[in-house]
T-cell receptor, first 112, second 115 residues
Framework: EPEVTQTPSHQVTQMGQEVILRCVPI?????FYWYRQILGQKVEFLVS????????KSEIFDDQFSVERPDGSNFTLKIRSTKLEDSAMYFC??????????FGSGTQLSVL | AQSVTQLGSHVSVSEGALVLLRCNYS??????LFWYVQYPNQGLQLLLK??????LVKGINGFEAEFKKSETSFHLTKPSAHMSDAAEYFC?????????????FGQGTILTVHP
């Protein structure tokens, strides 16, 4: 079965540094998403992306966050200046014409 | 706003026993409801979804869930647990009118299956 690939699986960064999390969605999918899960908390929606623009974002997704689909295969989440509270597991997901999200296995981000 | 509550963060059953994972939702508009499963070191995988058609929804791996509007519930069941069902299960809701994929998740239930 096709899968969503996320790299790296673990990333450690210093507070205030920029970080880019990378995802390769399933090739014929049209909708792309980022979710995150802080340790011990619920999985939270961050942003959805369709037709090269953000279709919806949560309150968490402030000006420090941005998403991009730089080419036909990658989908990235950038955090401009990381804070301690950004430490979480970040999940990328994609879906086609049917509302069935395929999630990657996540990138564990640790901000020190 | 919508929300999801999963009753029981851990559920333990014996192999062959009934699996029942509880989910209650809150939504001001008719909801779309989902169950996802996460196996260790993998992403979340869709088990089944309710989208206002039949109230009893059948999913993969023998799981099913029943939408009960009067009880605002969407409990997940499987008649006979298998060792391979051990995983974390997430209930999620999307309010009608919001964009595809904007899901609100419950906190998850870890299912342990004993031989």
């Amino acid at each position: 079965e096709p899968e969503v690939t996320q790299t790296p699986s673990h990333q450690v960064t210093q507070m205030g540094q920029e970080v880019i999390l990378r995802c390769v969605p399933i090739s014929n999918h049209l909708y792309f998403y980022w979710y995150r899960q802080i340790l011990g908390q619920k999985v939270e929606f961050l942003v959805s992306f369709y037709n090269n623009e953000i279709s919806e974002k949560s309150e968490i997704f402030d000006d420090q966050f941005s998403v991009e689909r730089p080419d036909g295969s990658n989908f990235t989440l950038k955090i401009r200046s990381t804070k301690l509270e950004d430490s979480a597991m970040y999940f990328c997901a994609s879906s086609g014409t049917v509302e069935k999200l395929f999630f990657g296995s996540g990138t564990q981000l640790s901000v020190l | 706003a919508q929300s999801v509550t999963q009753l029981g963060s851990h559920v333990s059953v014996s192999e062959g026993a009934l699996v029942l994972l509880r989910c209650n939702y809150s939504s001001s508009v008719p909801p779309y409801l989902f169950w996802y499963v996460q196996y260790p070191n993998q992403g979340l995988q869709l088990l089944l979804k309710y989208t206002s058609a039949a109230t009893l929804v059948k999913g993969i791996n023998g799981f099913e869930a029943e939408f009960k509007k009067s009880e605002t519930s969407f409990h997940l069941t499987k008649p006979s647990a298998h060792m391979s069902d051990a995983a974390e299960y997430f209930c999620a809701v999307r309010a009608g009118g919001t964009s595809y994929g904007k899901l609100t998740f419950g906190q998850g239930t870890i299912l342990t299956v004993h031989p």
